[in-house]
């Protein structure tokens, strides 16, 4: 769990909170939740936004992997099951999404920058 929160914990002014309504750890950014690490039936999971649409096609293609989570999964967000072998590029791109979506504008101007900077 440390390459997830060393993925989320990257972006511009996120933040890890140790315990949350939902899950422990979430990863915040303005005060609102991009992703967040939940236990369900002792499987580790992460919880993030995705696009409208993309949750359904992401569950139908993946359904050992990919599912909706209670609670905040009819307002679209998607869960990973993070045991096995995860694709973290994967994982890295869908918190990308998420951090995207909840993000002000200003820290996606910084991210955008910080991007092009790179080699």
Same mark, same amino acid.
């Given at each position: 769990?440390?390459?997830? @929160?060393?993925?989320?914990? =990257?972006?511009?002014?996120?933040?890890?909170?140790?315990?949350?309504?939902?899950g422990d750890p979430v990863y915040k950014v303005g005060g609102k939740?991009?992703?967040?690490?939940?236990?369900?039936?002792?499987?580790?999971?992460?919880?993030?936004?995705?696009?409208?649409?993309?949750?359904?096609? /992401?569950? =139908?293609?993946?359904? #050992?992997?990919?599912f909706v989570p209670p609670y905040v999964g009819h307002r679209g967000? &998607? @869960?990973?099951?993070?045991? @096995?072998?995860? #694709?973290?590029?994967?994982?890295? #791109? /869908? &918190?990308d999404e998420s951090y995207r979506m909840t993000a002000p504008k200003? /820290? /996606?101007?910084?991210? #955008? =920058?910080?991007?092009?900077?790179?080699?």
């Amino acid at each position: 769990m440390d390459r997830l @929160g060393a993925i989320c914990r =990257a972006f511009p002014e996120a933040v890890e909170i140790g315990e949350g309504s939902v899950g422990d750890p979430v990863y915040k950014v303005g005060g609102k939740i991009f992703a967040m690490q939940h236990g369900v039936s002792d499987r580790m999971s992460l919880w993030c936004k995705a696009p409208p649409g993309v949750q359904e096609a /992401l569950v =139908a293609a993946r359904p #050992d992997r990919i599912f909706v989570p209670p609670y905040v999964g009819h307002r679209g967000w &998607i @869960g990973i099951w993070l045991d @096995g072998d995860p #694709d973290w590029d994967e994982i890295a #791109d /869908l &918190i990308d999404e998420s951090y995207r979506m909840t993000a002000p504008k200003r /820290l /996606l101007k910084a991210l #955008d =920058a910080a991007e092009c900077n790179r080699p």
